[in-house]
């Protein structure tokens, strides 16, 4: 069964968060827009803790955001060593915000229908179909071949079909497992404050909690040894502050997935061929957040292939200007993020407790007191580098990293 050809429509595989934006884009542009999702329901499920940037948001127009998508604002965050030494930045207003991801995905969505994209649901994308190396459309499950001009590849960690686009995969060495669950209640927790244990809680990453005003949390980690829900009943049972916070609670749902933590791939383009979000890597390397960064390129996605639909050209070469653009706005942070990634996997759980304490002493948590901004975190730290404390404290880090990669 072949559809009918439009030789200006596009494809997009996948309706999460880069898929989904990335359709809103190319409708608003005037561009015949199909997006293809396997799940029968979008945003279903959630993977997600959804801890994202209200100043990034924001820029994406964004927030505020209709009743009921965002959980819960904050503007602290408490670190936690495996033994219990604590460090707490407080914020002078709320710097970040939890979104109930389902929630989110489908208003994002909502929107992309109203500028006039087609969704499709419950139809997976098979395969790619390639013609004298040019990607020309996709296959679904049930066989039915649907051409498009330029094919937009934003289904996740997968990866399956940016391997069939000869691009690679995502870099297994850099995927951390996570576990996500949401909890029925919490204690002792500050009701605008993101709790963050570090060190062997969760090896190559950190464990979080994130209350809500009605008692709930999300509660999760990630970790590249080992399986993340030992971690977690560890975290649960032993950790001398979360045994505590969540003393009474029960595991309401339990979702499993990875986090690619590389940094973004090199080449996320080819003959009439784009990718976007988790499956390109577009995810911070310290945190795992991946909607931000997601979304940014989606908007260069769109307009990337706009100019190339208006030059008649999705050649490699036209569509080479996704990556520049991509590169232009990631890569300063990025780079530092991934060598700040790489100092926190070196600490052992003594120099977490050194570390704590240090911040502590040298009023590290006052010195960000006013920091906005969380996803650009190159910038946020060249942006407060000239507080004392931060010179000191920079300085102590840097002979750290230095020990720690000699
Ligand atoms: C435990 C955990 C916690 C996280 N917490 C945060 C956080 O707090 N803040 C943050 O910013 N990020 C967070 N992230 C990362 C964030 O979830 C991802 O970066 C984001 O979802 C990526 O969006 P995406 O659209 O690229 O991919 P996805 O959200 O994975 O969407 C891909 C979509 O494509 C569909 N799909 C896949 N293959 C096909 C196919 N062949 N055919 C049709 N459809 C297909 C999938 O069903 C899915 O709906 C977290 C990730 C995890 C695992």
Redesign the pocket.
């Known amino acids: 069964m072949m559809k009918q050809e439009n030789q200006q429509n596009i494809v997009i595989?996948?309706?999460?968060?880069?898929?989904s934006y990335t359709a809103r884009r190319l409708a608003m542009l005037g561009i015949k827009t199909d997006v293809?999702?396997?799940?029968k329901e979008i945003g279903m499920p959630s993977?997600?803790?959804?801890?994202?940037s209200i100043h990034s948001l924001k820029k994406l127009g964004y927030y505020p955001l209709p009743n009921g998508i965002i959980e819960n604002t904050f503007n602290a965050a408490n670190f936690y060593s495996p033994s219990g030494v604590k460090f707490s930045i407080h914020l002078k207003k709320p710097i970040t915000c939890a979104l109930n991801?389902t929630k989110f995905d489908q208003y994002i969505t909502d929107q992309a229908k109203q500028a006039g994209a087609t969704f499709h649901v419950d139809?997976?994308?098979k395969s790619l179909q390639i013609e004298n190396n040019y990607v020309k459309g996709v296959n679904l499950q049930d066989n039915t071949a649907v051409p498009s001009k330029i094919t937009i590849d934003?289904?996740?960690?997968?990866s399956?079909?940016l391997r069939q686009a000869k691009l690679g995969g995502l870099d297994k060495n850099g995927l951390v497992y996570?576990v996500?669950t949401e909890i029925d209640q919490v204690h002792d927790v500050e009701p605008h404050a993101v709790e963050v244990y570090m060190g062997s809680s969760a090896p190559g990453f950190y464990a979080w909690l994130i209350p809500r005003p009605d008692g709930t949390a999300k509660l999760?980690l990630?970790t590249n040894k080992g399986n993340p829900q030992n971690y977690l009943k560890n975290l649960m049972t032993k950790h001398p502050i979360a045994k505590k916070q969540v003393k009474s609670a029960k595991i309401i749902t339990t979702n499993y997935?990875?986090?690619p933590l590389s940094g973004p791939i090199n080449k996320a383009y080819t003959n009439g061929f784009l990718a976007?979000?988790?499956?390109a890597s577009q995810?911070k390397p310290t945190t795992?957040?991946?909607?931000?960064f997601?979304l940014t390129c989606g908007d260069i996605a769109a307009d990337v292939a706009k100019t190339a639909l208006t030059l008649d050209d999705v050649s490699a070469k036209t569509l080479s200007t996704y990556q520049k653009r991509c590169d232009t706005a990631l890569n300063f942070d990025v780079t530092f993020m991934l060598r700040l990634r790489h100092f926190l996997n070196s600490l052992s759980d003594e120099r977490w407790n050194s570390v704590l304490h240090f911040c502590n002493r040298f009023g590290v948590g006052k010195a960000l007191s006013e920091v906005e901004e969380i996803d650009y975190q190159g910038r946020m730290i060249m942006h407060v580098a000239t507080k004392p404390a931060m010179i000191t404290a920079l300085g102590y880090f840097g002979l750290l990293y230095l020990f720690a990669n000699p």
């Open positions: 595989i996948g309706a999460g968060p880069a898929g293809y999702e396997e799940h993977h997600c803790a959804g801890h994202i991801r139809s997976t994308v934003a289904e996740g960690i997968s399956r079909l996570a996500e999760g990630a997935h990875a986090i976007v979000g988790d499956v995810v795992g957040g991946g909607v931000i997601g």
